[in-house]
């Protein structure tokens, strides 16, 4: 509030005045001069530097409420600095020792030169700024023993311009979404999206979000830093003692002064969080706003093809002010709104699923039932393959006095793994003329199937 206090009334009236254009201009190029001046600026200094501006430029000056007729008479550059002079946004300083008069900048004037320069300048990159100060200064307290509570202060300070500033970013995108509707025409919004969008959001903004050089490329060494400092109990004493605080020699600590260092600590670690929380919703901004500007492209390009364009033509014609129900009986005289290409569900309308429907999804999935040995072989259609006589064949062939020992080599390709399966479920058949006698047996790998160690035996006649 010290500043506030400074202001003359006065000064507000460049907000009022009809030359604030031309004021704000001669304002920064006596800044951009000023910024780099060792000393003072001279009065003839100002009125040559304006002069050099005014000359590049055809303005005109209004007469102000500050001046008189002979105010006016005064060239432009002079008239312009006396009139910023008599409101307070410049002051002179007279040096009596080397007889001139001198102009400087005040302190609550500098303020609003600054908002002034971000205003038409919005070159500079704050985002990589706030963060790369913010790695710097955690970087310093970790390693720089010399390094006090100030800097874990000026980390935090920094963590909150950083949300703020993409929190700015974040709701400034809202104001493209209104200029699509604006553009009636194709070229006219793929013009507004690439010099306006791609140019001021995604290149300037929120492209260093997503480079190389990043956001991230910091956070987890931040993270892992801040984790670090809480642990560390010499480096939590140690600043402890250069804020201020107290340290006795068995170690105990100043207990406000600790709370304080792990509050600090604590908020710029969830500093860290909401900032991820806005990236994210950035992403989603962008994703939603590149959708609508494709689907209006879309609409623009083939509003004329389309029936459902020229629908949407005639309803933004039918609802502008003025002579609607003349337009409605005009309209209903040349068109038949009641043609099945209208209204059936391809084009406008799509039916909506009914409530039943809903509540049978909601519905618990049944469990499956395990298959039995019949059903799986008509699954995998391997019964009807082969005949009764040759599965009794590939059994006898492989039988010794009326018995077959299943071995290693008794399955070598796929016809043979098949006619074993068979020969199973034949032999728990009544009339089959083999059985098997050992069911529960071990399990045969011979490198390309498995299968139980069984035994077939030929019934007794």
Known sequence: MKLMNEIP????????????PIYIEALLKINEEYEYSNYFLSREACIRILGEHFARK?????????????????????????????AGWLRKVDDYASMTANIVIPDYAAVMLDAFGKL???????????????????????????????????????????????????????????????????????????????????????????????????????????????????????????????????????EGKLIEIQEILSQIERGFDDIERRISNMDKEHSRYVRATVTRLNYLLNQEDNTKGLIIRLLNHLSDDGGQDEKLVKTGSRMNLSQMNILSEGSLYKRRRQKADFAKNLEPDEEEKELTTEEILNLNRVKSRYSRAEIENFITQRAVSGKMEVGEKTVTNDEEFEKLILAYDYSTRQKSLYHVEEEEAELIDNGRYRYPKLVFVRRDK
């Open 9 to 20: 009334d006065r000064f507000w009236g460049l907000f009022r005045s009809v030359n604030r």
């Open 58 to 86: 055809k303005y005109v000056i209004w007469q102000d409420e500050m001046e008189d007729d002979l105010d006016t008479l005064e060239p432009p550059a002079t008239r312009v600095l006396n009139w910023l002079l008599r």
């Open 120 to 254: 038409l300048n919005d070159e500079e990159d704050e985002t990589q700024i706030y963060i790369q100060n913010i790695y710097a200064i955690l970087f310093s307290l970790k390693n720089d023993k010399r390094a006090g509570l100030s800097l874990l202060n000026t980390a935090l300070i920094n963590t909150k311009r950083l949300n703020k500033t993409l929190q700015d970013m974040l709701h400034n995108m809202d104001k493209f979404f209104a200029g699509l509707l604006e553009q009636k025409t194709y070229g006219n919004l793929l013009k507004d999206h690439l010099e306006g969008y791609v140019e001021e959001i995604v290149r300037k903004k929120y492209h260093i979000l997503k480079t190389s050089d990043n956001f991230y490329l910091y956070k987890n060494d931040i993270k892992f830093w801040i984790a670090e400092m809480r642990d560390d109990g010499l480096w939590l004493q140690n600043l402890v003692r250069k804020g201020g605080g107290t340290v006795s020699d068995d170690g105990a600590v100043d």
